[in-house]
C-alpha cells in the first residue's frame, strides 16, 4: 500500500532532472555524489560541466588531480572530487574500467558510503537496497512517529529496516528517488505540504500534530574559529599563490600567503618589518569575510602588499601573474576575493 502509492505519486510528480532515467552507473554516481551537501539547481551545471570534462570513469581517472578539482570549484567538500578521482582510478585498477555491479564492490569504492552505494545499486543495477538520506530520514521519522535522534546511527539503521521491507524488487531505484524526492518536495524541513500529501492520512506526525516536533536531531558538533590573514603581495602585475598542505582544510588547493593567528588583530606592518619585506604603499585591508564550515569557522582577512619585490619563495608557494590568478583551484573565500579585489 505504501509502496504503491509512493510509486503512483512519483510516477505523476517527479522533477524533470537530467540524471532522471539514467541508467549509466557512472553518471548516477556523479549525479549523487555532485547532490551530497549541494542544492538541485546548482547541482545541475556541475553535473552537466563535469560530464561534459569527464565522459567516462577512464577518462575521469586519466585527468590531473589539479583538473579535476578546477572543474569542482565552488562547489565546496573538495574531498568529495577527490574520492571519485580516486575511485575512478580503483574502478580501472581493479575492474578493468567497468563500473562494479554487486552492492559490496561499489560500498568498497573509496568516498562511498551505504547512502551513495545504495542508491547506485538500485538505480543502476535494479539492486533492492534502500538508499536513506536526510530527506528520508525526516520523511520516515514523521511518517512512522519515530521520536529517536535521527543523527544517531541505530535510527539510521531502524530507518532503513522499515525502508527494506517497502522496496519492491521491480522498481528499487524508482522507490529510492521517489522516497528522496518525497522528503525534498512534500516532506520538507520546514513548511511540509502536508495538505497535499499522499500520505496524510495515515501519517504519524501530521494525525498527531506533531510535524514541528520531528524529525528530533540532537547533534553536538564543536565549531573552532580559525583567523586566516591572507596577504596578497604586487609587484609589476605579479603576486604570490601557495598551496595548502595535505592535511588541513581546502587541502591542496591554492591561496595567497596566509599567516593564522589567534584573532583578528593583525599587525601587518609589524609582520613585514619583522620579516623585511618592503612595501612600496602603506598596506591595507581589502576585504574581509566570515565562512561556516562543520566543524570551522573561518574568519578571512585580505590585505594588499605593494613591494618592492616580491619575497623569497617558501616550499608551496610559486610566483602568479595576476592575469593568471583564474587558472587556480581556490576554495569559495578566495575566489571571492579574487572577484572583490580582481574583479576576476
Ligand atoms: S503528512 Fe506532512 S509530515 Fe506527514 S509525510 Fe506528509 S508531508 Fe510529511
Request: charged share 20%; net charge neutral; proline share 6%.
Amino acid at each position: 500500500m505504501f509502496t504503491e502509492r509512493l510509486l503512483d505519486w512519483f510516477d505523476t510528480h517527479k522533477r524533470d532532472l537530467p540524471w532522471r532515467g539514467e541508467t549509466d552507473p557512472y553518471r548516477i554516481w556523479i549525479s549523487e555524489v555532485i547532490l551530497q551537501q549541494t542544492r538541485v539547481v546548482q547541482g545541475m551545471d556541475y553535473y552537466r560541466r563535469f560530464l561534459e570534462t569527464f565522459p567516462t570513469c577512464a577518462a575521469l581517472a586519466a585527468a590531473p588531480e589539479a583538473e579535476v578539482l578546477k572543474v569542482w570549484q565552488g562547489l565546496g567538500y573538495y574531498s568529495r572530487a577527490r574520492n571519485l578521482h580516486a575511485a575512478a582510478r580503483q574502478i580501472v585498477a581493479d575492474h578493468g574500467g567497468t563500473f562494479p555491479s554487486d552492492y559490496p564492490s561499489i560500498r568498497n569504492l573509496k568516498g562511498v558510503g551505504d547512502y551513495t552505494a545504495a542508491a547506485i545499486a538500485s538505480i543502476a543495477f535494479g539492486l533492492p537496497y534502500p538508499a536513506v538520506d536526510g530527506n528520508v530520514l525526516r520523511f520516515v521519522a514523521r511518517y512512522q512517529g519515530i521520536f529517536d535522534n535521527i543523527a544517531a546511527p541505530a535510527t539510521r539503521k531502524l530507518v532503513e529496516t522499515t525502508c527494506q521491507k517497502w522496496i519492491p524488487n521491480d522498481r528499487p531505484g524508482d522507490f529510492n528517488q521517489a522516497m528522496m524526492e518525497m522528503g525534498a518536495m512534500v516532506c520538507t524541513p520546514k513548511n511540509p505540504s502536508c495538505t497535499a500529501c499522499p500520505f496524510a492520512s495515515a501519517c504519524y506526525a501530521f494525525q498527531h500534530q506533531q510535524v514541528e516536533q520531528l524529525p528530533v536531531k540532537q547533534k553536538t558538533i564543536t565549531v573552532k574559529n580559525r583567523y586566516f590573514h591572507y596577504l596578497i603581495f604586487l609587484h609589476n602585475d605579479q603576486t604570490i599563490l601557495q598551496r595548502r598542505a595535505e592535511n588541513d582544510i581546502w587541502r591542496e588547493l591554492y591561496e595567497f600567503p596566509l599567516v593564522e593567528i589567534d584573532g583578528e588583530q593583525f599587525d601587518i606592518v609589524n609582520y613585514l618589518n619583522d620579516n623585511k619585506i618592503e612595501y612600496t604603499e602603506e598596506p591595507c585591508q581589502v576585504w574581509q569575510t566570515q565562512h561556516q564550515l562543520t566543524h570551522r569557522r573561518i574568519f578571512a582577512y585580505f590585505y594588499v602588499v605593494s613591494v618592492k619585490c616580491l619575497p623569497p619563495l617558501s616550499e608551496h608557494q610559486q610566483i602568479v601573474p595576476v592575469s593568471r590568478l583564474r587558472d587556480f583551484a581556490v576554495a569559495k573565500v578566495t575566489e571571492r576575493a579574487l572577484q572583490r579585489v580582481f574583479q576576476q
